[in-house]
């Protein structure tokens, strides 16, 4: 039984009758019996939608709030006890829970490297460097490395030409920047991890979006700070959501992906923007803005930076990464912060323990690149909206069941499989020699997200009717797993 568990999770996250009334009538109708209400409170926690260990309202404000009798409450609640997603103990209330053997892990992420031989890898969502280019930039670039030569070779805020070319870049897309504004750093991984240790402190809460990015959220765990998740769904973003998990948890950081948002591909709206500096500014919130993707508009164009709508009061609290990993090659390793230089020269005291400062060679080919990069981006665009195309018609082909919103910009699918069958298909799959990363990667809360499949469409256009031929065929051998059938797994951060 649920309420036999020895310890009681942090739970200070809680919903209002109000709130969850409004979520589940959706799902559930207006009035909705017993099991019907069970029912929406499991769909909304798988998919990301209420958080886990969030307390539920009170038995008799729920049932006020949807307009039905308290035993129909009290009934679904023991429902969801018995099922194990929900738990309760004398005092403490009851609060979402997962039962034992839904924690996930999925077989990609899991993969570092290349993937066999003859196997598709749709796991990864990043593109090959461009055909042209590369090269070129690398010879001009070794051409002027021996200038270099004579010195330590070590520049811990980044080589001046490249910290002024980032900066040139931030001008022109409207965000007014001067070098000493930019540290550049080991791709964006990097400079993600060096705002968390820096700003954050363990026990800290951080707002994140859920589904997120993976390696940012297992970065924000491994910094001991406690995801406070707010749901991006095929809607977006919950303006009124966030404010209100800004305002209840006063977060010391909120990562935030606004550009083509990873995995659903999400572009927040410019008034959302506008609202959540505004919450920022009240709660006195770190606003870690991820841009990785910001350059891959496809049906839009591309957008300013988040921090260019900061007002001046609020400004010094918005610190943006950014890096070349998407617009150009993730195999260059070249990402930056942009903040205030008061805090770049803090990020760089403390990135000198870690790795002293980012090679020479590749900041002076990204200095290289920077300033060619529209154009390559013209085309980078162009060949992305075939290979969209291909993959959306070879699924539609293959796999009709399926449901995905296209994405205005971004690299990937984030599709709904219509059953909590993503890990096992992704195990299945692998078998047909195909990757792919299912949707509990990219939860918040481990658990969540097993009805969704994330589909890069970075490879050539003519690889995808392959691809979506060996999943339908994968498919046949994916079901919900069993309750209590652990899978080989990762373990997740606390």
Request: aromatic residues 4%; without cysteine.
């Given at each position: 039984?649920?309420?036999?568990?020895?310890?009681?999770?942090?739970?200070?996250?809680?919903?209002?009758?109000?709130?969850?009334?409004?979520?589940?009538?959706?799902?559930?109708?207006?009035?909705?019996?017993?099991?019907?209400?069970?029912?929406?409170?499991?769909?909304?926690?798988?998919?990301?939608?209420?958080?886990?260990?969030t307390?539920?309202?009170?038995?008799?404000?729920?049932?006020?709030?949807?307009?039905?009798?308290?035993?129909?409450?009290?009934?679904?609640?023991?429902?969801?006890?018995?099922?194990?997603?929900?738990?309760?103990?004398?005092?403490a209330?009851?609060?979402?829970?997962?039962?034992?053997?839904?924690?996930?892990?999925?077989?990609?992420?899991?993969?570092?490297?290349?993937?066999?031989?003859?196997?598709?890898?749709?796991?990864?969502?990043?593109?090959?460097?461009?055909?042209?280019?590369?090269?070129?930039?690398?010879?001009?670039?070794?051409?002027?490395?021996?200038?270099?030569?004579?010195?330590?070779?070590?520049?811990?805020?980044?080589?001046?030409?490249?910290?002024?070319?980032?900066?040139?870049?931030?001008?022109?897309?409207?965000?007014?920047t001067?070098?000493?504004?930019?540290?550049?750093?080991?791709?964006?991984?990097?400079?993600?991890?060096?705002v968390?240790?820096?700003?954050?402190?363990?026990?800290?809460?951080a707002?994140?979006?859920?589904?997120?990015?993976?390696?940012?959220?297992?970065?924000?765990?491994?910094?001991?700070?406690?995801?406070?998740?707010?749901?991006?769904?095929?809607?977006?973003?919950?303006?009124?959501?966030?404010?209100?998990t800004?305002?209840?948890t006063?977060?010391?950081?909120?990562?935030?992906?606004?550009?083509?948002?990873?995995?659903?591909?999400?572009?927040?709206?410019?008034?959302?923007?506008?609202?959540?500096?505004?919450?920022?500014?009240?709660?006195?919130?770190?606003?870690?803005?991820d841009?990785?993707i910001?350059?891959?508009?496809?049906?839009?164009?591309?957008?300013?930076?988040?921090?260019?709508?900061a007002?001046?009061?609020?400004?010094?609290?918005?610190?943006?990464?950014?890096?070349?990993?998407?617009?150009?090659?993730?195999?260059?390793?070249?990402?930056?912060?942009?903040?205030?230089?008061?805090?770049?020269?803090?990020?760089?005291?403390?990135?000198?323990?870690?790795?002293?400062?980012?090679?020479?060679?590749?900041?002076?080919?990204?200095?290289?690149?920077?300033?060619?990069?529209?154009?390559?981006?013209?085309?980078?665009?162009?060949?992305?909206?075939?290979?969209?195309?291909?993959?959306?018609?070879?699924?539609?082909?293959?796999?009709?069941?399926?449901?995905?919103?296209?994405?205005?910009?971004?690299?990937?699918?984030?599709?709904?499989?219509?059953?909590?069958?993503?890990s096992?298909?992704?195990?299945?799959?692998?078998?047909?020699?195909?990757?792919?990363?299912?949707?509990?990667?990219?939860?918040?809360?481990?658990?969540?997200h097993?009805?969704?499949?994330?589909?890069?469409?970075?490879?050539?256009?003519?690889?995808?009717?392959?691809?979506?031929?060996?999943?339908?065929a994968?498919?046949?051998?994916?079901?919900?797993?069993?309750?209590?059938?652990?899978?080989?797994?990762?373990?997740?951060?606390?």
């Amino acid at each position: 039984m649920a309420e036999a568990r020895a310890a009681v999770p942090s739970v200070d996250r809680r919903l209002g009758g109000t709130q969850l009334a409004a979520l589940v009538t959706g799902a559930a109708g207006e009035r909705p019996g017993y099991r019907a209400l069970a029912h929406a409170v499991r769909t909304l926690l798988l998919d990301g939608r209420v958080p886990l260990h969030t307390r539920l309202p009170a038995e008799r404000e729920l049932a006020s709030a949807l307009g039905v009798s308290r035993a129909t409450v009290t009934a679904a609640y023991d429902l969801l006890r018995e099922s194990g997603f929900a738990a309760s103990r004398r005092g403490a209330s009851t609060w979402t829970e997962l039962p034992e053997g839904r924690r996930p892990a999925s077989v990609a992420a899991f993969a570092v490297g290349a993937p066999g031989e003859g196997v598709l890898d749709l796991a990864v969502a990043a593109p090959a460097a461009p055909a042209a280019g590369l090269g070129e930039a690398v010879a001009a670039a070794a051409a002027l490395l021996p200038a270099h030569a004579p010195t330590s070779g070590y520049h811990p805020y980044g080589l001046p030409e490249l910290r002024a070319a980032v900066a040139e870049r931030y001008t022109r897309r409207g965000l007014p920047t001067l070098p000493d504004q930019i540290l550049v750093t080991t791709g964006a991984q990097q400079a993600i991890s060096l705002v968390l240790a820096l700003l954050g402190r363990p026990g800290d809460r951080a707002l994140v979006e859920n589904p997120s990015y993976p390696n940012a959220l297992d970065a924000i765990r491994r910094a001991g700070l406690r995801p406070a998740p707010v749901p991006v769904t095929d809607a977006g973003w919950d303006t009124a959501l966030v404010e209100s998990t800004l305002r209840q948890t006063a977060p010391r950081i909120a990562y935030l992906v606004p550009d083509f948002q990873n995995p659903t591909g999400a572009l927040m709206p410019r008034e959302q923007r506008v609202r959540i500096l505004d919450t920022a500014r009240a709660t006195g919130t770190w606003l870690l803005i991820d841009e990785t993707i910001a350059d891959i508009a496809l049906d839009v164009p591309p957008p300013a930076p988040f921090a260019a709508l900061a007002p001046h009061g609020v400004a010094e609290q918005v610190v943006t990464v950014g890096s070349l990993s998407k617009s150009y090659w993730g195999g260059l390793r070249i990402g930056w912060v942009r903040a205030g230089s008061r805090l770049i020269t803090e990020l760089t005291t403390a990135r000198i323990p870690a790795d002293m400062a980012t090679p020479v060679l590749d900041q002076l080919v990204a200095a290289q690149l920077l300033p060619g990069l529209d154009e390559v981006l013209r085309e980078r665009r162009a060949g992305l909206r075939e290979s969209r195309a291909a993959l959306a018609a070879a699924l539609g082909r293959h796999l009709p069941d399926w449901r995905w919103q296209l994405p205005p910009g971004g690299l990937s699918l984030w599709v709904d499989l219509g059953a909590p069958i993503a890990s096992s298909l992704a195990r299945s799959a692998l078998g047909h020699g195909v990757r792919v990363e299912g949707g509990s990667r990219f939860g918040a809360d481990p658990g969540t997200h097993e009805h969704r499949l994330r589909l890069p469409f970075t490879l050539a256009p003519d690889r995808y009717e392959d691809a979506a031929t060996r999943l339908a065929a994968a498919l046949s051998g994916a079901g919900p797993r069993p309750l209590g059938a652990e899978p080989d797994r990762m373990d997740w951060v606390a």
